[in-house]
């Protein structure tokens, strides 16, 4: 998982993070898994590398995810407001510019769920929801991001019946094996 971590954070959009899981990741790679192949080298890449296994061994209970922000020359930091992590992440990162941005959902939290939906692919087919993907989001609105092939509101109904009112964000998405 550690490989795969470090290979996915270096390709993440600044909305989500895959989970490879059954569905077999997302094209914007992700804390779980996935890469996306358009993706350029960063000169941030080596800085990624050290700094988001360093936060989520060290801060997992305020750590969420970090993004490489190219056109800025920095490294975006989602996490639950905690100076220490800031400190320590500036400490980590050296010279690199930072930007800290705060979330509700540490990555612990995102991970406990993700594995809890991967899980509960068997019951969703029972329910009849088809699970396209699911993956880790930066922790400001939700904990994970669900794709179904139908999306509707009673899929996310449902979600949030299971799981907890507003920790998944439900959206209709392609065809998937789950």
Same mark, same amino acid.
């Given at each position: 998982?550690?490989?795969?971590?470090?290979?996915?954070?270096?390709?993440?959009?600044?909305?989500?993070?895959?989970?490879?899981?059954?569905?077999?990741?997302?094209?914007?790679?992700?804390?779980?898994?996935?890469?996306?192949?358009?993706? &350029?080298?960063?000169? !941030?890449d080596?800085?990624? !590398?050290?700094?988001?296994?360093?936060?989520?061994r060290? @801060?997992?209970?305020?750590?969420?995810?970090?993004?490489?922000?190219?056109?800025?020359?920095? !490294?975006?930091?989602?996490?639950?407001?905690?100076?220490?992590?800031? #400190?320590?992440?500036?400490?980590?990162?050296?010279?690199?510019?930072?930007? @800290?941005?705060?979330?509700?959902?540490?990555?612990?939290?995102?991970?406990?769920l993700?594995?809890?939906?991967?899980?509960?692919?068997?019951?969703?087919?029972?329910?009849?929801?088809?699970?396209?993907?699911?993956?880790?989001?930066?922790?400001? &609105?939700?904990?994970?991001?669900?794709?179904?092939?139908?999306?509707?509101?009673?899929?996310?109904?449902? @979600?949030d #019946?299971?799981?907890?009112?507003? !920790?998944?964000?439900?959206?209709?998405?392609?065809?998937?094996?789950?």
């Open positions: 998982m550690a490989a795969a971590l470090i290979a996915a954070l270096l390709t993440m959009g600044a909305g989500a993070c895959a989970h490879t899981g059954a569905a077999g990741g997302s094209p914007d790679g992700g804390s779980r898994g996935g890469h996306s192949r358009d993706r &350029r080298p960063s000169r !941030l080596p800085v990624v !590398l050290r700094l988001a296994p360093y936060l989520e060290h @801060f997992a209970g305020s750590y969420t995810t970090v993004v490489i922000d190219s056109p800025h020359d920095r !490294l975006v930091v989602y996490r639950v407001p905690d100076p220490a992590l800031d #400190a320590a992440a500036h400490s980590v990162a050296g010279r690199t510019r930072l930007f @800290f941005v705060d979330s509700h959902y540490p990555y612990g939290r995102q991970h406990e993700l594995d809890r939906i991967g899980a509960d692919l068997g019951y969703w087919r029972r329910q009849g929801i088809r699970i396209t993907s699911w993956t880790a989001s930066n922790g400001v &609105r939700c904990a994970v991001l669900v794709t179904t092939v139908r999306g509707t509101g009673a899929d996310q109904r449902a @979600f #019946a299971r799981y907890g009112t507003g !920790l998944v964000q439900v959206s209709r998405g392609g065809p998937g094996p789950a």
